[in-house]
């Protein structure tokens, strides 16, 4: 029996996709990842997603120029705000 390693729910570039279940990324395990690493420094997670965002934005207009990315902000940095 082979046994092979996990693999981490990371985005695959530059489809913006997870490489492990093919959702959009960052996908729901990758955001409690990141949630659970980034957990005494909110706005250190914000300022990654960003850069992450921008990022994620240029690559997928570049592949589909007719049809640009569509809500970015709520797919990286809304559900990562600090609730209030």
């Known amino acids: 029996m082979v ?3 996990p693999v981490p729910h990371v985005a695959m570039r ?4 997870c490489r492990n279940c093919g959702r959009e990324w960052p996908c729901q395990p990758a955001k409690l990842a990141l949630l659970t690493e980034y957990r005494t420094s909110r706005t250190a997670l914000l300022v990654y ?4 965002m921008h ?3 240029n ?3 570049q592949l589909h120029p007719d049809h640009p990315p ?3 902000t709520e797919r990286f940095l809304s ?3 600090a609730r209030t």
Not at 14 to 17: H, N
């Open 59 to 61: 690559q997928l207009t």
């Open 3 to 5: 046994v092979r390693p």
């Open 79 to 81: 559900w990562a705000r």
């Open 14 to 17: 530059p489809l913006w996709r």
């Open 55 to 57: 990022e994620a934005t």
């Open 49 to 52: 997603l960003g850069t992450l």
């Open 70 to 72: 569509a809500r970015m």
